[in-house]
């Protein structure tokens, strides 16, 4: 006998993200849909317990959805939205009660704007980075760009990162910030430079997800393409890629050694997928 899961029954269209967290007393589940709509339900009873909406600036369909580590107290949750409009919005959020948060303007305190507006279109993904006490929020856009905003400065931008074509995913490690989207390319930046240090290519479609393993020492990415790749993050790993494209880019084929891409996978193997992909 199949036993069948709650359903969670109020969005009119795609349901693009979804969260756990504890409000009060509850743990709810917090979605995010197509719909334009923001909805909080009781995960005990799997009713609604709020649908927030814009009333101001027109939300399009959500992308992503995250709790701010800093600022949510045991009795009311911040949380940040990301849609396909530019705007970053946050909402403080209780048992009872929605407010949408105004911002400050960078560097006039007393100025408010209506939400987070340092990109130009669509925000994919945002990530509070934990590993630093004041827990700046990145952020990654359809305009091209990873940016960090600094909580202390207003969330506006303190750094951008110039990925190119619709950023889909940011990760970061101490060592590295890591990004990828529509380019099909896996991009890995110095974070004490903010310059690009290597390149990782395989994928034959948009990657979409980004989820870094072993305590900073791989990364693995997920594509349109159909699958889910490591790669790794030790310096002298990503040295070795470089090296290795270096060399094919001059002619040069070692002794011994197999052909291999960005990916770590060797030529034949990268035929053999993409004779896959043309089947499929």
Not at 58 to 78: F, G, K, N, Y
């Amino acid at each position: 006998t199949k036993t069948p899961g709650r359903k969670y029954s109020g969005h009119a269209d795609f349901v693009k993200t979804v969260i756990c967290t504890k409000v009060g007393s509850k743990y709810v589940l917090i979605s995010g849909g197509a719909d334009k709509k923001i909805i909080v339900w009781d995960i005990e009873t799997g009713s609604r317990i709020h649908t927030i909406q814009d009333q101001s600036v027109s939300m399009m369909a959500l992308q992503h959805l995250v709790i701010d580590p800093i600022e949510s107290t045991p009795d009311a949750v911040v949380l940040v939205s990301a849609s396909s409009d530019p705007h970053i919005r946050r909402w403080r959020i209780t048992e009872s009660t929605v407010e949408q948060l105004k911002e400050a303007l960078p560097n006039e305190p007393k100025s408010m704007r209506h939400s987070i507006l340092e990109h130009d279109t669509t925000v994919y993904r945002l990530f509070f980075d934990t590993n630093d006490e004041d827990a700046d929020l990145w952020t990654s856009s359809g305009d091209g760009t990873a940016k960090c905003l600094s909580r202390q400065n207003g969330f506006a931008t303190e750094e951008t990162i110039k990925h190119g074509n619709h950023v889909r995913a940011i990760a970061l490690t101490d060592q590295w910030i890591i990004t990828a989207g529509r380019d099909e390319d896996v991009k890995v930046w110095d974070r004490t430079s903010g310059k690009l240090y290597c390149t990782l290519e395989g994928h034959y479609n948009e990657v979409t997800d980004l989820v870094v393993l072993d305590g900073g020492s791989l990364v693995a990415s997920v594509s349109i393409d159909g699958t889910v790749r490591k790669w790794p993050l030790h310096r002298h790993e990503l040295d070795k890629i470089n090296e290795e494209r270096e060399d094919k880019a001059n002619g040069v084929q070692k002794e011994d050694a197999p052909e291999t891409s960005g990916s770590g996978m060797t030529a034949e193997e990268e035929a053999e997928l993409a004779a896959l992909m043309e089947e499929d």
